[in-house]
């Protein structure tokens, strides 16, 4: 969760006739009519008028453990189709999560990958692991990067993937905070520079291997801890070149001791901040969620503020995926983020997402070049 070519003109005359061969030759040799007018892959159209809306569900552990009957459930709970399901691909499954990916797609909705270098058993707050950045960046992991990007393509599906979500918070051992703001490793790069060449580099190989039914999001927590000038989101990110859409992480009370806060409190200054990095590029809400404390706080209200704000308020968000799950902690309690934690949280929900602006099924358009270098659809 948490490239130009130079021509050279010959002069009239008599060499006229070895232009024309020339010419000839060109259009008959080097150039497939065929191969030309094909379109670039299928990628995501964000929608200009409206939002997707999504959900990711308690899929386990690993995060990955997706099946139809859990989407069809949660559809018919909150009473409308999904047109994002999110769902993890963490490297210490060293795998394609190939299987979740064509099952999400055959259901007419669009998979949100969240590819997050991180070794089993995933805990939070740890170290950096075997996938640290360092070795990334090193070529350590090439042959896993080629695999999965060859795993992508051959899915032939659209995607949206968020690599290394969250790097700008202190609980994911890829975070810029396990990196340092003044010291350097091997590569003599500090946190944020050090995860922005990573970024590229992981992206750069996907690419070349294919895989332009990706469109890559840069993925930030919508607050930023520590709350350091080097850890703000602007010094991760990877510039636009590298990136199709901008992803923020937003949620109210999860744990008994976190204060209660409404939406806009936890939306506003994150959503400023990452509208600033691009005037462009489409913004998700790439998770969400609030708790269920109703000595502290009115969830039913939490949920009706936030959907209605995501369409009045925070007008470049193009996308909600809801984070519906339910956890213990280990003082006992529950974090109990799911949409139906209360019939007064489930009506409010169903009510503002009946709403014909939260769009129900994805469109898509054809990549218009999906050659390294071009990279917006």
Same mark, same amino acid.
């Given at each position: 969760?948490?490239?130009?070519?130079?021509?050279?003109?010959?002069?009239?005359? #008599?060499?006229?006739?070895?232009?024309?061969?020339?010419?000839?030759?060109?259009?008959?040799?080097?150039?497939?009519?065929?191969?030309?007018?094909?379109?670039?892959?299928?990628?995501?159209?964000?929608?200009?008028?409206?939002?997707?809306?999504?959900?990711?569900?308690?899929?386990?552990?690993?995060?990955?453990?997706?099946?139809?009957?859990?989407?069809?459930?949660?559809?018919?709970?909150?009473?409308?189709?999904?047109?994002?399901?999110?769902?993890?691909?963490?490297?210490?499954?060293?795998?394609?999560?190939?299987?979740?990916?064509?099952?999400?797609?055959?259901?007419?909705?669009?998979?949100?990958?969240?590819?997050?270098?991180?070794?089993?058993?995933?805990?939070?707050?740890?170290?950096?692991?075997?996938? #640290?950045?360092?070795?990334?960046?090193?070529?350590?992991?090439?042959?896993?990067?080629?695999?999965?990007?060859?795993?992508?393509?051959?899915?032939?599906?659209?995607?949206?993937?968020?690599? *290394?979500?969250?790097?700008?918070? #202190?609980?994911?051992?890829?975070?810029?905070?396990?990196?340092?703001?003044?010291?350097?490793?091997?590569?003599?790069?500090?946190?944020?520079?050090?995860?922005?060449?990573?970024?590229?580099?992981?992206?750069?190989?996907?690419?070349?291997?294919?895989?332009?039914?990706?469109?890559? *999001?840069?993925?930030?927590?919508?607050?930023?801890?520590?709350?350091?000038?080097?850890?703000?989101?602007?010094?991760?990110?990877?510039?636009?070149?590298?990136?199709?859409?901008?992803?923020?992480?937003?949620?109210?009370?999860?744990?008994?001791?976190?204060?209660?806060?409404?939406?806009?409190?936890?939306?506003?200054? *994150?959503?400023?901040?990452?509208?600033?990095?691009?005037?462009?590029?489409?913004?998700?809400?790439?998770?969400? *969620?609030?708790?269920?404390?109703?000595?502290?706080?009115?969830?039913?209200?939490?949920?009706?503020?936030?959907?209605?704000?995501?369409?009045?308020?925070?007008?470049?968000?193009?996308?909600?995926?809801?984070?519906?799950?339910?956890?213990?902690?280990?003082?006992?309690?529950?974090?109990?983020?799911?949409? #139906?934690?209360?019939?007064?949280?489930?009506?409010?929900?169903?009510?503002?997402?009946?709403?014909?602006?939260?769009?129900?099924?994805?469109?898509?358009?054809?990549?218009?070049?999906?050659?390294?270098?071009?990279?917006?659809?």
């Amino acid at each position: 969760m948490l490239k130009k070519s130079r021509t050279h003109i010959l002069q009239a005359g #008599n060499r006229l006739p070895l232009v024309f061969a020339l010419l000839c030759w060109l259009l008959t040799s080097t150039v497939d009519p065929a191969r030309a007018a094909e379109p670039g892959p299928l990628v995501v159209a964000f929608p200009s008028d409206g939002a997707y809306c999504g959900a990711y569900l308690d899929f386990g552990v690993s995060e990955d453990k997706v099946t139809l009957e859990a989407i069809e459930k949660f559809e018919k709970i909150v009473g409308k189709h999904q047109a994002i399901i999110a769902s993890s691909s963490f490297w210490g499954e060293l795998n394609f999560p190939t299987k979740n990916v064509l099952l999400i797609a055959r259901h007419g909705t669009i998979p949100l990958i969240f590819w997050s270098p991180w070794d089993r058993p995933y805990v939070q707050e740890a170290d950096p692991d075997r996938f #640290n950045l360092e070795e990334i960046l090193a070529g350590k992991w090439d042959a896993y990067i080629d695999q999965w990007a060859m795993a992508a393509k051959e899915a032939n599906t659209p995607m949206l993937v968020s690599w *290394g979500l969250e790097m700008n918070g #202190n609980w994911f051992p890829w975070s810029g905070y396990f990196y340092g703001a003044d010291k350097a490793g091997k590569s003599g790069l500090t946190g944020p520079e050090l995860y922005k060449k990573t970024f590229r580099y992981v992206v750069d190989r996907v690419r070349a291997r294919g895989a332009g039914n990706i469109l890559w *999001g840069f993925h930030v927590n919508h607050f930023t801890y520590p709350q350091d000038p080097w850890n703000r989101m602007s010094e991760y990110y990877p510039g636009p070149e590298y990136v199709d859409w901008l992803g923020l992480s937003v949620y109210g009370k999860q744990f008994a001791d976190d204060a209660w806060a409404s939406f806009q409190d936890v939306m506003e200054e *994150g959503y400023a901040e990452i509208c600033r990095l691009d005037p462009q590029k489409p913004v998700l809400v790439a998770e969400y *969620g609030v708790g269920e404390f109703p000595a502290e706080g009115d969830k039913a209200l939490w949920l009706t503020e936030a959907l209605d704000l995501l369409k009045t308020r925070y007008t470049r968000i193009k996308g909600a995926v809801y984070w519906h799950e339910r956890w213990p902690n280990a003082d006992g309690t529950y974090s109990n983020l799911r949409i #139906n934690s209360s019939p007064e949280a489930l009506a409010a929900y169903r009510k503002g997402l009946a709403d014909p602006f939260w769009l129900d099924r994805p469109h898509y358009l054809p990549r218009k070049n999906d050659l390294p270098g071009l990279r917006t659809p």
